[in-house]
T-cell receptor, first 111, second 113 residues
Framework: DQQVKQNSPSLSVQEGRISILNCDYT??????FLWYKKYPAEGPTFLIS?????DKNEDGRFTVFLNKSAKHLSLHIVPSQPGDSAVYFC??????????FGKGTKLSVKP | EAQVTQNPRYLITVTGKKLTVTCSQN?????MSWYRQDPGLGLRQIYY???????DKGDVPEGYKVSRKEKRNFPLILESPSPNQTSLYFC????????????FGDGTRLSIL
């Protein structure tokens, strides 16, 4: 059973608008979450993280929100740029020292 | 430049022919791991290592071996590759085993015929 779900395989957004990528998880023991961005033919690149003691973390155009009671995270990108077009993965740290990846959401930002 | 380097980037080989994918990091990280990425399945962990001479199985270890004789290197060994090991492989490293970003290599695409 999937512990991390990114239910939107793809998302298309106009340049300058907000992109919202969602992630749901099942294990209430997860306490640290990361978002990665992946371009074709490259490895995942760390984007932003959040600890369960917070409900929001911001880094420039990127903000991650955590709703522990709903077991839900979202990544907001404002304003979206064409260079943001990539696959985005949500990944909490598991109890066995592994990152548990969602299946990813492919974001397309159109000029 | 801080990086994780994997070699080869691409390999086509045949069933049963032993192969090794090398991984090296220059950040003095203690924790290293291997993942495979398959369509529709995301990234899944194969093996990880907390430090030199300390390795453990991840979610999908069958058919793979690893070793950690030096801190910077963490090779992935396929003793007898089979077609179901055709995949995109990523090596990653971090300072520790939790609550830190992992840094990934650019991947190795293996095709086992």
């Amino acid at each position: 059973d999937q512990q991390v779900k990114q239910n939107s395989p793809s998302l298309s957004v106009q340049e300058g608008r907000i992109s919202i990528l969602n992630c749901d998880y099942t294990n209430s023991m997860f306490d640290y979450f990361l978002w990665y961005k992946k371009y074709p033919a490259e490895g995942p690149t760390f984007l932003i993280s959040i600890s369960s003691i917070k409900d929001k973390n911001e880094d420039g155009r990127f903000t991650v929100f955590l709703n522990k009671s709903a077991k839900h995270l979202s990544l907001h990108i404002v304003p979206s740029q064409p260079g943001d077009s990539a696959v985005y993965f949500c990944a909490p740290w598991g109890s066995q020292g592994n990152l548990i990846f969602g299946k990813g959401t492919k974001l397309s930002v159109k000029p | 430049e801080a990086q994780v380097t994997q070699n080869p980037r691409y390999l086509i080989t045949v069933t049963g022919k032993k192969l090794t994918v090398t991984c090296s990091q220059n950040m003095n990280h203690e924790y290293m791991s291997w993942y495979r990425q398959d369509p529709g399945l995301g990234l899944r962990q194969i093996y990880y290592s907390m430090n030199v001479e300390v390795t453990d199985k991840g979610d999908v270890p069958e058919g793979y071996k690893v070793s950690r004789k030096e801190k910077r290197n963490f090779p992935l060994i396929l003793e007898s590759p089979s077609p179901n090991q055709t995949s995109l492989y990523f090596c990653a490293s971090s300072r520790g085993p939790s609550n830190q970003p992992q840094h990934f290599g650019d991947g190795t695409r293996l095709s086992i015929l």
